[in-house]
Structures are given as structure tokens and as C-alpha cells.
């Protein structure tokens, strides 16, 4: 792992931090709705005990009682309440009532002092009275070392569960790099084991899954490929040397020396043709075979084309017909790459249509512009018509190999129609013709 920290642990303290930030918010809220709570019901006491002080003057001036009855009641209640010492009452003169004697003043630190002046039959009184928050404070100072200490100690539990969890949870991912890990060009149909969990492991492991088949698939058709082209190699260069050895084995008629190296040449050029199919091929595999396209006229294209086709078809007996609208269609192309196109289908339809057969090559442009290439010949048996696009394939490799064909003419086709945007398809009856056809957008 490159990453100086491991996600779990990343997980984890991002965990740890945002309990902390919880605890915290709680433990403040807790303590802050304790205080006020507390300090509500010491504010009520005191009420109480100002409004009994009030009430016992009132009571006591209606019986007619005067200032001594009043401070002996005062006295009284004062030793019936808690912290009644701390009551202060002052009479209408602004002589102070209770205690009678000096008393020391009310404490103000750590006291909830409540003060209340009312009138008791027309004279006013002024009543104070201080309650103590020393338990108060004592039980918010325990909830805080509550707090302090329980905490952390939850902190550090959760954290280390949250690790755990995210270890195991994880763990998958370990196995799944060092399968992986294990995977190489010698086992490319190893898979990675899928956790049926329905989760992003899941997804992850199939994933890699696919893309080791999309590998081993594209590796599986490099290796076939070059196979296939060592081996269609090995046929010519092999001809070439038989031919050559056999002329040179002992002295020979010019007419005959003619003879062999006119079959090296023709053997020589069915090499080269093979080789530049291979390396447009193999360019077009590394995606650097870049087709610039242009604003081109498909009809003069074909007309131009189909004049080869002529002179092709004239040598082998087969006439060929073409048919294209008076108007120019307009596509957008690369032309070198169309004409090759065109004229591997027309080579192919010539090359598998007897003498005396027709082949027609028709544009259209109804929907889209169509060109297709249909001839009378021999046809495509229809288990071989998917495979005809396919490189290296041959209906019928034993006859073919008279017109030296590899098998790579429609799989050149297909790329070049590919890289139009457009779409090639073939339709054959056997023993009745074949039909190309190609869809431009
Ligand atoms: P080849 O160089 O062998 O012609 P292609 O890729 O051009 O290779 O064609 C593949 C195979 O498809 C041919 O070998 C042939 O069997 C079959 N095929 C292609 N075009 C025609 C056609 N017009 N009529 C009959 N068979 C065809």
C-alpha cells in the first residue's frame, strides 16, 4: 500500500473523530439542561419561601398584630425552612424587620439571591432571601467527572470495535489483491473469486472479472492472429524456396529458368499482398491506422472502381454491371480506404462466380446511401456466412487457395466499413449468388 495511512485506519479515526465531535455536543447539551434544571428548582424554593415570608406579614397585620408579633412569626418560619437564616425583611419604614439582631450580611458567591418589595395592606415590605448552590455545584461537578471519564473510555472501545468491523469488513479486498495479484499472461482464465454478498465487493470482484475476459479474449485473437499469420506465411516462402531449389538443381532451358522464376514472382506478390494485409491489420489493432475523411462523391468513386472490375472481370468471363444514381451522393470519407473496400468485395464476387456469370455493383441512396455487390457464383454455405468477416477465414480453404486468398479481404472490409460508422452484411444462396452490402449513415 502506497498510501501512508490504510483506509481502515483512515475509516476508523474519521470515525473516532466524528463520536468525539457527538460525545462532546451531547456531554455540552447534557450538562447545560442539568444546570438550568437544577438552578430552576432552587429559584422555586426561594419563591416559595419569599412568598410564605410575605404571606405570614399579611396574615399576622390583619390579626392586628404589630412589628414584635410580626418578627416573632418571621422567627418562626425562619426556623421551619430550610436556610431560613439567610431570610432578610425590612419594614415600611425601612427599618430592617428580621433577624432582629445585626446579622452578618448575605453571602453572594456560590448564592441565588431572590428580592421581592410588595405592598401588605397599603405599607411596603421588602423580603430577600439566599439559597446556597453548594449542591448544585457539587452534582454538576460529578456529572462532569461522569462525563470526563466516560467518555474517552467509550471513545477508545467504539474505535477499536469500528476497527475491527472495518478490518472484516475489508478483508475481501486483501484476498482480492493477492488473487489478482497471482493473475498473468501464463493463467488469464484465472477468475477472482465473487463474494455473493450483493455489496461493492461483489461488484468489484465481478468487474475484474469481465475485464479478465475482455482480456484473455483479446489476447486469445493477438495470439490466434499471429499464429494464423505465420502459418499463411509459411506457405508462400515455402513455395518459393521449392521452386528456386528445384530450378537450381542442375542445368536447365532459359524457357524453364523463365518458367520457375515467373511462378517466384507470382509467388513473391502474393507474399507482399499478404504482408500489407497483415500490417493494415496490425495498424488498425494499435488504433494508429487514423482514417482522415473528406467530403467525397461515392458515385465517381464507384464509377472509377467498377472500370478496374471490367477489366478484371472481362480476363475471367464475368461481366460486371454497375448501376449508380445521376446525382453525386456526398459522404464523408477516407477515399483510398473506400476504394480498397469497394474493390474487395468486387475482386471477391469476380473470384467466386464462374465464367459466364454476372456481377453488379449498385449505389443507392434512399435512406442512407447503400452500395452492395451482388454476383451469381457459387454462393456461402449458411453455416460459413457469420464467420465470412472474420480473419483468416475461408469457406472452402482447399479451393481458394488457387486465388490466393488468405482470408483477410472482408476483415479489411469490415475495419474500413467500421471506421465509416457504417455497416457491412452479406446474404448468400448457395449455388445462386452472394450479396454485400454496405449501410453508410
Ligand atoms: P479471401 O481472400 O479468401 O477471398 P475474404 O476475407 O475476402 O478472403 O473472404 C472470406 C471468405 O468468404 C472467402 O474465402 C470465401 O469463402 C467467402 N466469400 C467472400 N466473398 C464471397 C463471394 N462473393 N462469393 C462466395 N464466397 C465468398
Not at 419563591?47 to 410564605?52: A, D, N, S
Not at 398584630?65 to 426556623?79: K, M, R, S, V, W
Not at 439571591?113 to 452534582?139: F, K, M, N
Not at 500489407?276 to 491489420?281: F, G, N, S, V
Amino acid at each position: 500500500m502506497t498510501h501512508p495511512l490504510s483506509i481502515r485506519l483512515r475509516l476508523t479515526l474519521w470515525y473516532a473523530a466524528v463520536l468525539l465531535a457527538g460525545f462532546l455536543l451531547f456531554g455540552l447539551l447534557l450538562w447545560f439542561a442539568v444546570r438550568q434544571g437544577l438552578i430552576a428548582s432552587v429559584d422555586h424554593a426561594l419563591e416559595r419561601r419569599v412568598q410564605g415570608a410575605v404571606e405570614l406579614i399579611e396574615q399576622t397585620t390583619r390579626e392586628g398584630g404589630g412589628i414584635p408579633a410580626i418578627q416573632d412569626e418571621l422567627g418562626e418560619y425562619a426556623d421551619s425552612v430550610p436556610e431560613g437564616r439567610l431570610i432578610r425583611v425590612t419594614g415600611p419604614d425601612g427599618r430592617r424587620l428580621f433577624p432582629s439582631d445585626a446579622p452578618a450580611p448575605l453571602p453572594t458567591r456560590g448564592y441565588r439571591i431572590l428580592r421581592r418589595s410588595d405592598y401588605v395592606l397599603g405599607r411596603p415590605y421588602t423580603v430577600i432571601a439566599a439559597a446556597s448552590l453548594e449542591s448544585t455545584e457539587d452534582l454538576l461537578a460529578r456529572l462532569r467527572w461522569l462525563m470526563l471519564l466516560s467518555i474517552p473510555i467509550t471513545l477508545a472501545a467504539a474505535s477499536l470495535g469500528g476497527y475491527a468491523i472495518s478490518r472484516q469488513a475489508l478483508s475481501p479486498v486483501d484476498s482480492m489483491t493477492s488473487e489478482a495479484a497471482a493473475i498473468g499472461i501464463g493463467n488469464l482464465s484465472r477468475r477472482l473469486a465473487v463474494p455473493h454478498t450483493g455489496d461493492e465487493l461483489e461488484r468489484l470482484a465481478s468487474t475484474w472479472n469481465h475485464m479478465l475476459d475482455r482480456l484473455e479474449s483479446a489476447v486469445k485473437q493477438l495470439t490466434q492472429f499471429t499464429a494464423d499469420a505465420s502459418h499463411e506465411l509459411r506457405t508462400p516462402v515455402a513455395l518459393i524456396r521449392t521452386t528456386a531449389e528445384l530450378a537450381l538443381r542442375r542445368p536447365r532451358t532459359p524457357d524453364d529458368y523463365r518458367e520457375a522464376l515467373r511462378q517466384i514472382v507470382e509467388e513473391s506478390e502474393r507474399t507482399s499482398r499478404l504482408v500489407d494485409d497483415l500490417l493494415t491489420l496490425a495498424r488498425a489493432d494499435a488504433g494508429r491506422a487514423l482514417l482522415s475523411t473528406e467530403p467525397l462523391d461515392l458515385t465517381l468513386l464507384v464509377r472509377d472502381v467498377c472500370e478496374q472490375g471490367m477489366i478484371l472481370g472481362a480476363a475471367r468471363h464475368v461481366e460486371v454491371h454497375t448501376e449508380t444514381p445521376l446525382k453525386p451522393v456526398t459522404i464523408q470519407g477516407n477515399p483510398p480506404a473506400l476504394r480498397r473496400l469497394l474493390f474487395i468485395l468486387l475482386d471477391n464476387a469476380i473470384k467466386y462466380t464462374p465464367e459466364g456469370g454476372t456481377v453488379t455493383v449498385s449505389l443507392r441512396n434512399d435512406a442512407s446511401p447503400t452500395l452492395s455487390v451482388a454476383d451469381t457464383g457459387i454462393g456461402i454455405p449458411p453455416d460459413a456466412l457469420p464467420h465470412v468477416f472474420e480473419r483468416f477465414f475461408r469457406a472452402d480453404p482447399s479451393r481458394n487457395r488457387d486465388f490466393g486468398g488468405a482470408g483477410l479481404g472482408l476483415a479489411i472490409a469490415r475495419w474500413i466499413a467500421e471506421r465509416h460508422n457504417a455497416t457491412i452484411a452479406a446474404e448468400s444462396t448457395p449455388g445462386a449468388g452472394s450479396t454485400f452490402r454496405v449501410t453508410f449513415p
